[in-house]
């Protein structure tokens, strides 16, 4: 995986789209999807706060899950992620990181996805005795992970490849240049 090496005068995703759009476009997929959505930057900064479906309770699923430490795996430290990634988390948690390409080797952000369950959701028993053996509160975290959005495989997939079209449409048509060779902010293109 290459390592970051951030020009000075590369673009980042807030300079070509207004904070207060970005987070109003985050709410609403996070809403209609059903899942959590963080934007990071290069170095794993949150860009704008994270947005939750309305299914959870943001606080509790960030202490229960530990929503956050998944970064460090899915987005090495000093590394440029130039694709798709995703891990499952020994709760059964998954999180995905897609990057947001405004041109093939231009990565402004990347777009955290989850946690969310994938596949066939676990057993109750068989949960509370694995999270029993794990020490952790079995009771507290089985109605949370019965909360996450189940998807499927190629739910999943789909789910990734349309974030993954959708923001670097997005972040193209923020730095596309003008006549004069300037970038413009999408909040202020021409005919808008």
């Given amino acids: 995986m290459p390592s970051i090496s951030a020009s000075p005068s590369a673009p980042t995703l807030l300079e070509g789209v207004e904070p207060a759009r970005w987070q109003r476009l985050q709410d609403r997929l996070a809403h209609v999807l059903g899942v959590p959505i963080r934007t990071v930057g290069l170095s794993r900064e949150l860009l704008v706060p994270p947005s939750w479906p309305s299914s959870l309770v943001n606080d509790q699923t960030i202490a229960l899950l530990r929503a956050g430490e998944e970064l460090e795996q899915l987005i090495p430290s000093g590394q440029l992620l130039r694709e798709v990634a995703s891990v499952t988390t020994t709760l059964g948690a998954t999180y995905a990181a897609v990057p947001m390409r405004a041109a093939p080797e231009l990565i402004l952000a990347y777009v955290v996805i989850g946690p969310i369950v994938v596949g066939v959701r676990e057993e109750e028993l068989q949960f509370r005795q694995r999270v029993h053996a794990m020490g952790l509160d079995a009771s507290a975290l ?48 021409p005919g808008k």
């Fill in 142 to 189: 089985w109605p949370l992970m019965l909360s996450l959005r189940l998807y499927s495989f190629s739910g999943l997939r789909a789910l990734l490849d349309l974030i993954e079209d959708l923001t670097g449409l997005l972040a193209e048509m923020a730095y596309r240049k003008t006549g004069d060779g300037s970038h413009f902010p999408v909040g202020s293109m």
